[in-house]
């Protein structure tokens, strides 16, 4: 019977163990992914702090955004640029989302090209399109998102397919989409 309880007692040190190895391996890769995702939503803000302010009044005006979806554009246009850690918009009208928030190998440091490679990425990686869809999801009204796609094809099935869909439309296109599905009352 102490034979059998060493045995045991063995096999659940030997357990524990690998599981602070594998917790340990798990972690250090995982930061290497958080140091990258950090790093690229660091130069995206970086690019839009250098670019100069395009005033909220005129891209509402050259999005020609209606009156009736004003307040929640200018929802979507505050958050957003808070998002991005920027005080005044620097969005512009006809750019697609993509182009500012995907950031190529070439803009990161050779330090961390292993890294890089390691999480199998290739030309970019895209940020902040997951955070961008949490807003919307969160103050907007699902029965609007329905109908938003009547009068298209088949809707996004899942987060990633949205997170796609949003990043590739332009910025206007991206406010006469959403806007209507926010629920001024949930702001």
Same mark, same amino acid.
Request: glycine share 4%.
């Given at each position: ?7 045991t /007692? ?5 357990? #524990?163990? #690998?599981?602070?190895? #594998?917790? !340990?391996?798990?972690?250090a890769c ?5 140091v990258?995702?950090?790093?690229? =939503?660091a ?5 839009l702090?250098k670019?100069?302010?395009?005033p909220?009044?005129q891209?509402?005006?050259?999005c020609n955004?209606?009156?009736?979806y ?9 958050r ?16 697609l989302?993509?182009?500012i928030?995907?950031?190529? =190998?070439?803009?990161f440091?050779?330090s961390q090209y292993?890294a890089?490679?390691?999480e199998? /990425?290739l030309?970019y ?7 961008i869809?949490a807003i919307?999801? =969160?103050?907007?009204?699902?029965k ?6 009547e !009068?298209k094809?088949?809707p996004p =099935?899942?987060?990633?397919e ?10 206007c296109?991206?406010l ?5 599905m ?6």
């Amino acid at each position: 019977m102490g034979h059998n309880m060493l045995n045991t /007692l063995a096999i659940t040190i030997i357990f #524990v163990l #690998v599981v602070v190895l #594998v917790t !340990c391996i798990a972690n250090a890769c995982n930061r290497k992914s958080r140091v990258l995702l950090q790093t690229a =939503k660091a130069v995206v803000r970086e690019k839009l702090t250098k670019r100069g302010e395009y005033p909220v009044e005129q891209l509402l005006i050259d999005c020609n955004i209606p009156e009736n979806y004003r307040s929640e554009s200018l929802f979507l246009i505050k958050r957003i640029g808070e998002l991005l850690g920027q005080t005044k918009n620097k969005l512009l009208p006809d750019e697609l989302l993509s182009t500012i928030l995907r950031v190529k =190998k070439i803009e990161f440091s050779p330090s961390q090209y292993n890294a890089w490679e390691k999480e199998g /990425l290739l030309e970019y990686i895209e940020v902040f399109g997951d955070d961008i869809l949490a807003i919307v999801e =969160k103050y907007s009204v699902p029965k609007k998102w329905e109908s938003a796609w009547e !009068c298209k094809n088949a809707p996004p =099935k899942n987060d990633d397919e949205w997170i796609d869909f949003i990043l590739s439309i332009e910025f206007c296109k991206f406010l006469h989409f959403f806007a209507p599905m926010i629920d001024i009352e949930r702001i």
